[in-house]
């Protein structure tokens, strides 16, 4: 079993950037794939970004391709996500999860853990 704890949200204006961390507990890390999700109010929590277990393969939403990298470090038991260039319609809660299967990265079924989540808010 894995925990997870996001950090870095906070309010930010249109423009900006900000970087999420993910910190997860256990000594297994490196074999989870490792994803990020958004709830916006009144809105389905949507996929954002994944990373596969090694960090060789990485997926993005077609909102955020090209503003937002997601990375980890497997020695600091840590997954990031940078955003860059970042609009109000960013604006949600942050969730990150971990999938002991790969494919699929996009699903919210296929993750077996979740962070509790950090806000992001970006001003106009």
Not at 30 to 53: C, L, N, T
Not at 57 to 78: E, L, M, Q
Request: charged share 15%; glycine share 12%.
């Amino acid at each position: 079993q894995v925990q997870l704890v996001e950090s870095g949200g906070g309010l930010v204006q249109a423009g900006g950037s900000l970087r999420l961390s993910c910190a997860a507990s256990g000594r297994t890390f490196s074999r989870y794939h490792m994803g990020w999700f958004r709830q916006a109010p009144g809105k389905e929590r949507e996929f954002v970004a994944a990373i596969s277990s090694g960090g060789i393969s990485t997926y993005y939403a077609d909102s955020v391709k090209g503003r937002f990298t997601i990375s980890r470090d497997n020695a600091k038991n840590t997954v990031y996500l940078q955003m860059n260039s970042l609009k109000p319609e960013d604006t949600a809660v942050y969730y990150c999860a971990a999938a002991v299967f790969a494919g699929a990265y996009g699903a919210i079924s296929n993750y077996n853990y979740w962070g509790q989540g950090t806000q992001v808010t970006v001003s106009s």
